[in-house]
C-alpha cells in the first residue's frame, strides 16, 4: 500500500484487533467496532489482528483458518462502508525467516493491505523460536525488527521498545543502545514508520522517556497506534490521540 505515514491522520485508528485472536472485542463484531469508529469521528480505521501462521504454532492469535474469512469480511465490510470511513485491513506479526515464503504468500493477496511488524517473540540462530527470555529478548526482538525491515514486507513498526520491557534499570546499557539504534537506523533507511503505541503510555507496561528521543530525528517517521483490544480502548485511546495533536 502508500506510505502509511502519508496515509495516517490524527484522526485515523491505527492498529485494532478484532475477536478472532480471542484475546480481544470478546463478543464484538467487526462491523460493531466499524460503527463505533464512525461515531467517534474518526476517519479511517486499520485492522490489525494477529497474523496465524501456518500450522497454528503459535498462541494468542486467531486461527489459520480463520484468515479467509477475516479478510472476507473485512473487505466487504470496506465496500459497505467506502463512503463513510476508509477501512484498511492488514495483519500484526512477527519477522521470523523461517516464514519468507509465508510472508510473500500474504503480500500476494492485493486484499490485504498492509503487514504491521509487531515482534513478540524472535527466531534465534538455531531456528528456535524464543518467547520472553530476559536476558534476551531486548536483543534478539530488536535484531529481528531490524532484519525484517530489509525484507520489504512491513509496512510499519508495531511497539518498537516491547523488547526492553523486562530491563529494570533507569539507563539502558551501551549494548541495550546499540539494539535500540538498530530499530532506528532500519526504520529510516527504509522508511519504514515507527509506532508511538497508546497501549504502552496508557498502562505505562513498558514505554520509557529515554527509548522516544528518537521522536526527534527528523528521518524517522512516527505514527500513532491505539493498539485496541476493546470499545473502551478505541474510545479512551482515540480521545488520547487527538489530545496529542491539539
Known amino acids: 500500500m502508500d506510505d502509511i505515514a502519508m496515509i495516517w491522520t490524527p484522526d485515523s485508528m491505527f492498529h485494532v484487533h478484532t475477536w478472532r485472536c480471542g484475546h480481544a472485542f470478546l463478543g464484538v ?49 470496506k465496500k459497505k462502508y467506502s463512503s463513510i470511513l476508509r477501512i484498511y485491513i492488514g495483519l500484526e506479526i512477527e519477522y521470523l525467516p523461517k516464514y519468507n515464503d509465508y510472508y510473500k504468500e500474504l503480500r500476494s493477496d492485493p486484499r490485504l493491505e498492509f503487514l504491521l511488524l509487531g515482534q513478540h517473540f524472535y527466531e534465534n540462530e538455531y531456528g528456535r523460536v524464543v518467547f520472553g527470555d530476559p536476558d534476551t529478548e531486548w536483543y534478539g526482538c530488536s535484531r529481528a525488527i531490524a532484519e525484517g525491515c530489509k525484507t520489504g514486507y512491513f509496512d510499519a513498526i508495531a511497539h518498537p521498545t516491547r523488547q526492553f520491557r523486562q530491563i529494570k534499570e533507569k539507563s539502558l546499557t551501551d549494548g541495550q543502545g546499540m539494539a535500540l539504534d538498530m530499530i532506528y537506523d532500519a526504520s529510516a533507511q527504509y522508511s519504514i514508520p515507527l509506532e508511538y503505541n497508546l497501549s504502552c503510555i496508557q498502562t505505562e507496561f513498558y514505554d520509557r522517556n529515554e527509548l522516544w528521543q528518537v521522536a526527534d530525528k527528523s528521518e524517522i517517521k512516527i505514527i500513532v497506534g491505539l493498539d485496541a483490544h476493546n470499545l473502551k480502548d478505541l474510545e479512551s485511546r482515540f480521545y488520547m490521540q487527538k489530545k496529542l495533536y491539539i
Do not use: C
Open 29 to 77: 463484531s467487526d462491523e460493531d467496532v466499524i460503527k463505533s469508529a464512525i461515531s467517534l469521528g474518526a476517519d479511517s480505521i486499520f485492522f490489525t489482528d494477529h497474523a496465524p501462521f501456518p500450522d497454528d504454532p503459535f498462541g494468542n492469535r486467531m486461527m489459520y483458518r480463520q484468515l479467509p474469512e477475516y479478510i472476507d469480511t473485512l473487505s466487504e465490510l
